[in-house]
Nanobody, 122 residues
Framework: QLQASGGGLVQAGGSLRLSCVAS????????MGWFRQAPGKEREFVAA????????YYSDSVKGRFTVSRDNAKITVYLQMNSLKPEDTAVYYC?????????????????WGQGTLVTVSS
């Protein structure tokens, strides 16, 4: 199971850190991804990290503002979001996948968390 948390209401330019805690499986060997879904839009890739944290991947829209990291001892993945914009408003989901190179597609993930809402006011 994956449990995402850390969402909330923040003003534009502010920061939030999302967490995703895994339990029940050996998620420390899984690639982890973050996706988001804004109202009326399809879910989109945000960021991903390899199982060992050796490589990270970002969408162009968040590159330079968001940072994905993981602590395998705590079986937790983080998404540090800085310089938030109103267009970052969405429900954010964490996901786990067995691909060696984490996918930017939803199809590359096998397990999903329940989502946490991030609202950025202008």
């Amino acid at each position: 199971q994956l449990q995402a948390s850390g969402g909330g209401l923040v003003q534009a330019g502010g920061s939030l850190r999302l967490s995703c805690v895994a339990s029940g499986r050996t998620f420390s060997i899984y690639g982890m991804g973050w996706f988001r879904q804004a109202p009326g839009k399809e879910r989109e890739f945000v960021a991903a990290i390899r199982w060992n944290g050796g490589s990270t991947y970002y969408s162009d829209s968040v590159k330079g503002r968001f940072t994905v990291s993981r602590d395998n001892a705590k079986i937790t993945v983080y998404l540090q979001m800085n310089s938030l914009k109103p267009e970052d408003t969405a429900v954010y989901y964490c996901a786990a996948g067995r691909l060696v190179v984490p996918s930017t597609s939803e199809r590359g993930y096998d397990y999903w968390g329940q989502g946490t809402l991030v609202t950025v006011s202008s």
